[in-house]
């Protein structure tokens, strides 16, 4: 379905609505619902929320850059959370899902009974590192509205966080690569210039005030964020860390252990009373 919020129109795909438990999920840079549906294949026993996150997927791709700033995104999911009547879910978040998902239970805790992240990280935590960052990718925004989709995915697919994907079957590899080509240019420059890694906040100083449930899981080839976990784990009262022998997108590479792992860690809280 479609729904208009702010001014921006949102795709959201609902499975299961009869279902009370809920799990809502965000994507990462490139991608849009089509990433989490090997993941959530089985999935019968919970609500299930997909969302195009704005300039991604089926969601819309404004031209103006300030509909795309991170608090724009979190005022809208937000708008969209009550219209689809949603309260005391679980947001699960990757990569730059992740990052949104963790900003907005930053904001609206209450909303939420857990919080899980995949390779995702609270933000840079110095000015300089975050004015260099907005620099690389205002380059890389560049890269891909003048040079072409194309060229951009084909030199996308080949940096080093992705490189364990390689060893992928070809179906899977192709479906990634169709679901990156599938975007629009101008909604993926905006979104790495409105809420990429060095325009949002850092949100590393909120950690300990986050006292929902959060689960960490990072692949163990992705030596970045595994350490990025390890160093949150230091902050947050309510953590748990799981690795899993793969690269950044462990729910591409492995879809069944991710999944495996998400809803033991939420059984457990279920166990807990706590859902």
Known sequence: MKLEVGGVVYYVEVRNPEK?????????????TKTWHSVI??????????????????????????A??????????????NRLAL????????????????????????????LVLESASPGLESE?????????DKHLAERIVTGGLINFVNAWENI??????????????????????AQNPLGLANSL??????????????LECLNIPVLLVTGRLDLKFEAIAQKMMECLSNG????????????????VEFATIVREYLSLNYQGGKS
């Open 193 to 206: 210039l409105g809420m990429g890694t060095g325009a949002q906040q850092s949100y590393w100083q909120e």
């Open 240 to 255: 748990v860390h799981k690795t899993i022998d793969a690269g950044h997108a462990i729910h591409v590479e492995k879809p």
């Open 128 to 136: 300089q590192a975050r004015k260099e960052r907005q620099i690389n």
């Open 160 to 181: 080093a966080l992705f490189a364990s994907q390689k060893t992928l079957t070809e179906a899977v590899q192709k479906s990634v690569r169709e679901e990156r080509l």
């Open 87 to 114: 309260d005391n879910f679980t947001l699960v978040g990757y990569s730059m899902g992740g990052r949104t998902a963790l900003a907005y239970a930053c904001h609206y805790p209450e909303r939420l009974t857990e």
């Open 20 to 32: 009370l438990k809920t799990l809502v999920f965000l994507h990462g840079f490139t991608g849009s």
């Open 41 to 66: 294949e089985n999935w019968t026993d919970v609500k299930v929320v997909l969302i195009d996150l704005i300039g991604h997927g089926e969601s819309a791709s404004p031209e103006e850059l300030e």
């Open 68 to 81: 795309y700033s991170m608090e724009r995104q979190l005022e809208s999911l937000d708008a969209l959370f």
